[in-house]
């Protein structure tokens, strides 16, 4: 089992930046492939970005893409997703989560590949 908690939360003007980081507690966390998931007031959750458990593979929504950058320390039980040229539409609360343990490398996009999910963090993006 892993537990995951995020941090980076803030309120940026639109074309800032802004990176959050997900901490993975328990053992084995290049065992993990992982994912940023995010969720507007009113809307159901989407998919951001993935990256496989040996940081090989990644994958990204239309709407991130050449903006947002996933990445991972394996070394830290650590992944980040470094946010760029933010805009009002980036505003939701910015989830991770673990799809594992497992020995297959792989992106998922897909909320119910996911079994292990982060609290949140609030990001803000004024126009």
């Known amino acids: 089992q892993v537990q995951l908690v995020e941090s980076g939360e803030g309120l940026v003007q639109a074309g800032g930046s802004l990176r959050l980081s997900c901490v993975a507690s328990?053992?084995?966390?290049?065992?993990?492939?992982m994912g940023w998931f995010r969720q507007a007031p009113g809307k159901e959750r989407e998919f951001v970005a993935s990256i496989s458990r040996t940081g090989t593979i990644r994958g990204y929504a239309d709407s991130v893409k050449g903006r947002f950058t996933i990445s991972r320390d394996n070394t830290k039980n650590t992944v980040y997703l470094q946010m760029n040229s933010l805009k009002p539409e980036d505003t939701a609360v910015y989830y991770c989560?673990?799809?594992?343990?497992?020995?297959?490398?792989?992106?998922?996009?897909?909320?119910?590949?996911?079994?292990?999910w982060g609290q949140g963090t609030q990001v803000t993006v004024s126009s």
């Open positions: 989560a673990a799809d594992g343990p497992t020995g297959i490398r792989r992106a998922p996009q897909r909320s119910p590949d996911y079994d292990y």
């Open positions: 328990g053992r084995a966390f290049s065992n993990y492939n």
